[in-house]
Every structure is written in C-alpha cells, then in structure tokens.
C-alpha cells in the first residue's frame, strides 16, 4: 500500500494522467476501445476468466478499453453469452430482451 501511495504522489506532483496507469497491477491500459464482433467479446470473456480476471492484460492484448473487459465479464458472469449481444439501438415493441443462459425454455 505504501509504494502504491508513493507512486500515486509522483502521479499527481508531476501533474500526471492517472487515467493512463493501473495502480492495482501495474502497466497502462487502453482509455478507447474499438468495434468488436460477438464472437470476439466471447473469445476475450472467456481469456479473461481463464487467467484470473487481469482485465489489464486483456484490454491490452485485444485493444480494447479495460473498463470493456471487465464489463463484458461481469455480464458474462450474470446472463451468458446473451449479455454479450450488440443491444444498441430502437427495438420493436414487440421483441422480446435476451434470455440469459441456462435458463432457456427450450
């Protein structure tokens, strides 16, 4: 805790971007992201829960933005692939929201 309360000082008296630095792991992180496919959230889910949630070594591996990764996982975590799905944009009145897995009428 004390090397990190140093490294947050030399931060902010060098008048730093604290953006740009993970403290809870070292190394920088993406601030943007780009466009994805489904299958390629999926594939980065599913890296990330396999190697302990370093959702700062994901982001950094697939260019995108840490707080993307972490999003992703939590509601991979909570709906399954279905929370994955692009959900921008109108929907019609009549569509019915994503069932989350496993819990499927089928």
């Given at each position: ?50 190697i ?43 569509q ?11």
């Amino acid at each position: 805790m004390i090397v990190n309360s140093k490294n947050w000082i030399k931060v902010y008296n060098a008048h730093g971007d604290f953006n740009s630095t993970k403290f809870s792991g070292g190394g920088s992180y993406m601030k943007q992201g780009r466009e994805t496919t489904f299958e390629e959230r999926v594939q980065i889910v599913r890296e990330c829960i396999a190697i302990g949630k370093n959702y700062g070594e994901i982001a950094l591996k697939y260019q995108v933005s840490y707080q993307q990764v972490r999003t992703w996982t939590l509601r991979f975590e909570q709906m399954g692939e279905a929370g994955l799905q692009d959900r921008r944009g109108r929907r019609k009145k009549d569509q019915t929201p994503p069932v989350p897995s496993g819990t499927g009428t089928n």
